[in-house]
């Protein structure tokens, strides 16, 4: 069985972007990036609802053609291009930088996907990882905390169904006072 992984920047109060799709709060240092770098190698297979593959899929395919990207950006880059992606959304048409589209049920298909023999997945958007989230799906939460306070926009956590027992398993600081927890779900 894979293990779904579902991580994010937040800020202190949060959330995952501000008011209007606004990120230039999480502005990563060079070591917080390098860390992203790594554990996005780990990855086997990208899961993405539709804001987030918009947000990505805009900047990432050229990204290590832009001017003045960094090492660590060119490598991100060329990572998310091969890593193999699945979209969820009823409004997309069509998908491609190694991505494939599923317009029905994503629980069911992230359920068959996680039943399967495979490497680790990465579930991103907070609305695709809120449904994997109440389905029970998710087995670690890496929660990277910025220290801003945004006030409101798009939450990390969305409403769930019932209460979810997790363990810490790493605690880390970065650079600028950012905290990484991560944790793993209690079965």
């Known amino acids: 069985m894979r293990r779904l992984l579902y991580g994010m920047n937040l800020s202190l109060d949060g959330y995952v972007a501000a008011p209007g799709d606004d990120l230039s709060w999480s502005e990563p240092s060079d070591e917080l990036f390098h860390w992203w770098l790594d554990e996005e190698r780990a990855i086997s297979l990208l899961l993405y ?13 050229t990204g290590d053609q832009q ?17 193999p992606k699945v979209v969820f959304s009823s409004t997309v048409d069509k998908v491609d930088w190694n991505a494939r589209l599923v317009t029905g ?6 359920t068959r996907l996680k ?5 680790p997945m990465r579930v991103g958007g907070a609305a695709l990882a809120g449904a994997a989230m109440r389905a029970g ?10 220290p801003v306070l945004v006030g409101s926009g798009k939450p990390f956590f969305t409403a769930l169904d019932g ?23 209690k079965r």
């Open 105 to 110: 049920d994503a629980v069911a298909e992230i």
């Open 137 to 146: 799906l998710i087995d670690e939460y890496t929660i990277v905390t910025h």
């Open 67 to 83: 001017p003045g990207a960094t090492p660590a950006q060119i490598d991100f880059a060329r990572n998310w291009r091969e890593t």
């Open 49 to 61: 609802g539709r804001k987030l593959w918009e947000t990505m899929s805009s900047y990432w395919p």
């Open 115 to 119: 039943a399967g023999d495979g490497g």
């Open 163 to 185: 209460r979810t027992n997790l363990n810490l398993v790493e605690t880390r600081t970065f650079p600028g006072g950012v905290v990484l927890n991560r944790y793993e779900t």
